[in-house]
């Protein structure tokens, strides 16, 4: 019997403070998937970084051995200045695009890059001043291009998920809930193919250097907003209609991630992901709330009735004296 009370007992407990528990298990499960992304990523790259550095050492090596009359210390601190520069967007290669990194169209890209904060750090601002106007640039820019989104996704997702969802509802009685898998499925599917697989097959044509793997990987870190960088389209050798393409890849990159957006929406507006996303926020006490607001309301109610008691009152007070009846009358009335 105390078994089956301490049972019970741990079962109340649980299911009071659930929200509680799943938010802890939340936090393990982010932790480990941390940790598990951190082990798969140094199993995978740490040896082709220590092959990496192995064969720089014996190219380093070698051109000290073949050009005696340079000194270890001047090369490297060529090699420096060279990747500064080319931290800042500038290559001293004979083969590196010729091209400006700050005129309009690329300047235009930069500016994209940076309100969407998907940065991908091949052009800095080089000057102090220009990163001064960035940091100003983009306190502003960044929320008024939340706003921007928010509003844009909110119309769109209006056209293109809730009433063809309400439609094939009402007008061929389907059940909603599978409706709206199904058109999210639908929406996902569109979404990844006329922004991920079709530009992908895109820029593996128009970049040299790009295949369709590195092409595909270059448009997920983009519309992800993760930009890291080390893919940025329009800065091969002589690339052909620059300004255009730099242009085309702006005016991409924003109408994908407005589509990624509306997918996103989509996929939260579902009910299983609704309840699924509940079991980890903080549940609200009616009970309390409803307590709270009748103790508030009769607060309320008492102070207004002491007011309206202290105003008859004082009414009274300057009331003119009037007599009160004769004891006969009254003794009248009573007898009567």
């Not at 940076?114 to 106007?133: C, I, M, Q, W």
Request: aromatic fraction near 14%.
């Amino acid at each position: 019997m105390l078994q089956s009370l301490a049972g019970s007992s741990c079962v109340r407990l649980v299911e009071r403070h659930r929200s509680a528990w799943c938010f802890g298990f939340l936090v393990l499960g982010y932790l480990l998937y941390l940790v598990f992304g951190a082990v798969v990523f140094s199993s995978v790259e740490l040896p082709y970084e220590d092959l990496l550095r192995q064969e720089l050492r014996k190219l380093k090596r070698r051109f000290l051995e073949e050009h005696e009359c340079l000194s270890e210390q001047q090369l490297e601190q060529f090699l420096g200045r060279v990747l500064e520069a080319s931290n800042y967007g500038v290559s001293v290669l004979s083969n590196a695009s010729g091209n400006w990194n700050w005129d309009f169209t690329s300047a235009l890209f930069f500016a994209s890059t940076v309100l969407s904060t998907t940065g991908y750090g091949h052009t800095v601002p080089l000057s102090d001043g220009g990163k001064a106007f960035c940091i100003i640039y983009s306190v502003i820019g960044i929320p008024f291009t939340l706003l921007f989104l928010t509003a844009v996704v909110q119309r769109v997702t209006i056209h293109i998920t809730r009433r063809p969802v309400l439609y094939f509802h009402l007008r061929w009685g389907f059940s909603k809930q599978v409706v709206a898998i199904v058109h999210a499925v639908l929406l996902g599917f569109v979404t990844v193919s006329c922004f991920f697989f079709i530009p992908a097959a895109v820029f593996s044509v128009l970049e040299d250097d790009w295949n369709f793997l590195e092409s595909f990987y270059f448009c997920f870190i983009s519309l992800s907003t993760i930009g890291l960088g080390d893919y940025v389209p329009g800065e091969g050798y002589n690339q052909k209609f620059r300004e255009l393409y730099k242009i085309g890849i702006t005016c991409y990159l924003l109408l994908g991630l407005i589509a990624m957006l509306v997918v996103l929406e989509t996929f939260c507006e579902l009910h299983e992901l609704k309840k699924f996303r509940k079991m980890f926020y903080v549940k609200k006490d009616k009970d309390v709330d409803q307590v709270h607001i009748i103790e508030h309301d009769q607060l309320s109610f008492s102070s207004i009735t002491d007011q309206a008691t202290g105003t008859k009152e004082d009414q009274k007070q300057n009331e003119p004296f009037v007599a009160a009846p004769s004891s006969d009358y009254s003794d009248g009335s009573v007898n009567h």
